[in-house]
């Protein structure tokens, strides 16, 4: 049950779990949870329009059963909003992260300030390692300076968790809460939001700035639910930044199409380039498998980084033999390590 006027500023909720006084406050809108678009209901928090033979309910109303989970929306319902105050404590120095960014992050980290000041959209394209989260500090802090709300989303709820506490020891002072499925503390009306992205359909014109982590995972990519989510959750002003080390097709059509745009950090956090890939085609390997033969050129190849006692990682697909025959075929004709 919300009881404070605090629990509803930029967000979305059922008009039920209000208290009976809530309910009557003059700052709350009210909108129905299912309207009507072109004689079709379409669900108002996810934005769903529903099919009537799957949405029909037995006393003749009809309910979204595309965000079921985050609890029922249906004919009967409101959907209860108070506009997003941004009434946040002032924080001198908010950032208590002491570390250093490299050149190369904190060109990326100005580019990240620049969307957030610009309220663009843009992609951030970084390889494992590049450390992405520290990337962010000084758009998060910049964003606190000047009294804006944060919004830190990932569709993996472990993500979540790993980078809360990092960012509440990076901002100690001040208030961040992180939401899933499985949390159990309540909510509390907070500068920092980190949360799935399943939790922003709760929250409605609520974000100055939004970053989306691991963009390109399930249950996120190809998800329109997930996507109008992300849309209602900021403000129409709103900063917008997806971060992911392997950008969909989706995202690189944003950027293609000028939608989107996109800094790229091929470098790991201690300076070293990622190596580049080299595509060798060998037409004839197949074949070559299914004689129990392997290509000289591999052959020459693999025994090049074994003498030089390098990691080897052999992945096979299925019409090119198992895994196993190619493993017992070094094994047994040239007694390699694999
Ligand atoms: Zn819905």
Not at 143 to 149: P, T
Request: net charge positive.
């Amino acid at each position: 049950m919300i009881n404070h006027i605090s629990e509803l500023y930029g967000r979305q909720i059922k008009l039920s779990d209000l208290s009976e006084e809530l309910q009557h406050h003059p700052a709350i809108h009210v909108r129905p949870a299912l309207g009507k678009i072109a004689g079709r209901w379409v669900c108002t928090r996810c934005q769903a329009k529903l099919k009537p033979i799957l949405a029909g309910l037995p006393n003749g109303q009809f309910y979204c059963y595309e965000c079921i989970q985050m609890g029922r929306m249906d004919t009967l319902q409101g959907l209860a909003t108070v506009d997003e105050p941004n009434r946040f404590a002032a924080v001198k120095h908010p950032m208590s992260w002491r570390g250093h960014l490299t050149a190369l992050q904190a060109a990326c980290a100005q580019q990240i300030v620049e969307v957030f000041k610009n309220h663009r959209r843009h992609l951030l394209w970084a390889v494992t390692g590049a450390g992405k989260t520290e990337m962010l500090f000084p758009a998060i802090e910049w964003a606190i300076h000047h009294g804006l709300r944060i919004g830190i989303a990932s569709p993996r709820v472990d993500v979540c968790i790993e980078l809360f506490p990092r960012i509440q020891a990076a901002f100690d002072g001040v208030s961040s809460i992180l939401l899933h499925g499985q949390s159990e503390a309540p909510y509390q009306y907070c500068q920092i939001t980190v949360c799935t992205t399943h939790q922003l359909l709760r929250f409605y014109h609520a974000f100055d700035v939004m970053v989306i982590d691991e963009v390109d995972v399930f249950p996120f990519s190809g998800n329109p639910m997930l996507h109008t989510a992300v849309s209602n959750a900021i403000k129409p002003s709103g900063g917008l930044l997806y971060l992911t080390a392997t950008p969909d097709r989706s995202l690189l059509r944003a950027v293609k199409s000028g939608d989107l745009s996109v800094g790229y950090l091929p470098i790991l956090y201690h300076g070293h380039l990622l190596p580049e890939v080299t595509i060798i085609k060998l037409p004839r390997i197949a074949a070559q498998i299914k004689e129990s033969r392997l290509p000289g050129q591999v052959m020459t190849m693999i025994g090049r980084l074994v003498a030089a006692s390098q990691t080897i990682f052999v992945v096979c697909s299925h019409d090119s033999g198992s895994s196993a025959s190619w493993g017992g075929h070094f094994q047994r004709k040239d007694s390699l390590p694999i």
